[in-house]
């Protein structure tokens, strides 16, 4: 009797270690090394054969553990949609190859702050008095307050109520040393501590650049396959659109950031895409918006160039920096339209194409003598509403319309909202649509060969650097689609 109790207690105890197949450690070292409103960093020592880790975390004030399981063979993670100033209590197990759970660590604690410091603060675009500052608002921060100063002074200058992760250093000083620093702003009167002083160099200033003029003619909404050049209708016929082209370079592959006319013209100006100049849609008509990031014509205006915007300009109806001259109109009145002229409204009568290439020339005669010039020529043909100039009415009545190669809907791999607001009128009205948008075009291909004719008149066609281009395009039926 007492040689069977002997057995059954040794096969209780084998029986008892062959269920504990998972005896790995817990992970040494396990710490929180940072903490902001909405997310804690972990990190730990690696277990040897450990295969996965899985996490437990708890409010303080919780009974009941959130469980992250096999968060995969690593040695860090960040817990995240944490709730802003609460304590947690963190632990984590290394995970064997069955599956099961090793021994769990001790639990340690840490606390969310109020508001999340930025992180990742990086400087580029550096040029003789600016310099551009991102960063990244770990928590989706909205408001931040930015400090700058020379490496040599004391003093910091406040930037306060900055809406964006970006902002660009301007006045600044050349071939000159800098900190910056960001604070992020929360709700309430909560803020962050600032973020670790970056040092920077401004370029040295250079001289002012002496070289060829510049002309940058935008259209608004025009197609790429309107043009000779690139295989458009021949009853249109845009000698003076295409002879840029043909007498240059022609870009057979150029897309806009995007289909939007001022995000768009954001990114023609400043060089960036629209999450990084801050123009996410095109504004109110009665809103200013300027960007802060350099801009093409305050560069240019840096180096010695007398700089104007004439006609569309769309990202804001009221003077911009780095013009000279300023004469904006984005409406959709084509007749005996509003211009604000730098800063003051005035109606000017006739079509805008006209009035916008007349202007031009007037630009033209402003310009110092001896000094390169940079125009912005926004004309907003062909955008609707479809009113040509009276005398290119009913231009194009006799012609055939172009027709979309591929008509038919998308059916696979295409956004489920497409087809609810973007679907193309009948063929009828395509048709109709067409040829209000070859009669405005029209009126710029015309006034183009009268600005061409100006400028060879005043010596200034060899020495000018044309540009044409369009903000976006228009889909005229294609897949069933229609708008920008």
């Not at 845009?238 to 150029?254: M, Y």
Request: hydrophobic content about 35%; glycine content about 8%; some cysteine.
């Amino acid at each position: 009797m007492l040689k069977l109790s002997v057995l059954l207690i040794g096969m209780s105890i084998l029986k008892s270690t062959a269920n504990a197949t998972c005896i790995l450690p817990p992970p040494g070292s396990f710490k929180s090394v940072n903490a902001a409103s909405c997310q804690i960093y972990l990190k730990w020592d690696v277990v040897i054969s450990a295969t996965n880790y899985t996490i437990q975390y708890k409010p303080a004030a919780s009974g009941t553990w959130i469980t992250l399981n096999n968060i995969g063979n690593i040695t860090s993670f960040t817990l995240t949609g944490l709730a802003s100033g609460t304590t947690y209590h963190i632990k984590v197990v290394a995970i064997c190859s069955n599956n099961e759970a090793g021994i769990y660590t001790n639990q340690i604690t840490a606390t969310t702050s109020l508001c999340s410091k930025p992180t990742g603060v990086i400087l580029d675009a550096f040029t003789a008095t600016s310099a551009a500052v991102s960063w990244t608002a770990p928590c989706g921060e909205a408001n931040f307050t930015l400090k700058y100063r020379k490496i040599t002074e004391s003093v910091y200058t406040t930037q306060k109520n900055i809406y964006t992760p970006s902002y660009t250093l301007v006045n600044l000083e050349p071939n000159t040393q800098y900190q910056v620093k960001v604070q992020s702003k929360c709700s309430g009167t909560n803020l962050s501590k600032f973020t670790t002083p970056v040092t920077f160099n401004t370029t040295a200033s250079m001289a002012a650049y002496s070289g060829k003029n510049v002309l940058l003619v935008i259209v608004d909404d025009a197609r790429f396959d309107s043009y000779s050049t690139n295989g458009g209708p021949s009853f249109f016929n845009d000698t003076n659109i295409s002879r840029i082209a043909d007498e240059g370079v022609n870009f057979e592959l150029s897309f806009p950031s995007q289909s939007q006319c001022s995000p768009s013209r954001g990114s023609i100006i400043t060089g960036v895409y629209p999450h990084r100049h801050g123009v996410l849609n095109n504004p109110n008509f009665d809103e200013s918006d300027t960007i802060t990031l350099p801009t093409l014509p305050e560069i240019l205006h840096n180096q010695g160039y007398y700089c104007g915007l004439i006609g569309k300009y769309h990202i804001s109806p009221w003077p911009q920096p780095g013009y000279d001259f300023w004469m904006e109109n984005h409406m959709g009145v084509y007749i005996d339209g509003k211009y604000n002229i730098n800063g003051i409204e005035n109606i000017i009568s006739g079509h805008q194409t006209d009035v916008l290439t007349d202007s031009a020339m007037g630009f033209f005669k402003k310009v110092p003598a001896g000094t390169p010039f940079f125009l912005w020529l926004g004309y907003r043909a062909p955008h609707t509403p479809y009113v040509s100039r009276p005398r290119d009415e009913g231009l194009y009545d006799g012609y055939t319309m172009p027709y979309p190669a591929y008509p038919n809907k998308y059916t696979i791999n295409y956004p489920g909202f497409l087809y609810s607001c973007k679907n193309a009128p009948d063929s009828a009205r395509i048709a109709e649509n067409w040829r209000g948008y070859f009669e405005l075009l029209q009126g710029v291909e015309s006034d183009l060969g009268k600005l061409y004719h100006f400028m060879d008149s005043m010596g200034i066609m060899d020495s000018t650097l044309i540009i044409f281009m369009s903000d976006n395009g228009y889909i005229m039926g294609e897949h069933h689609l229609f708008q920008k």
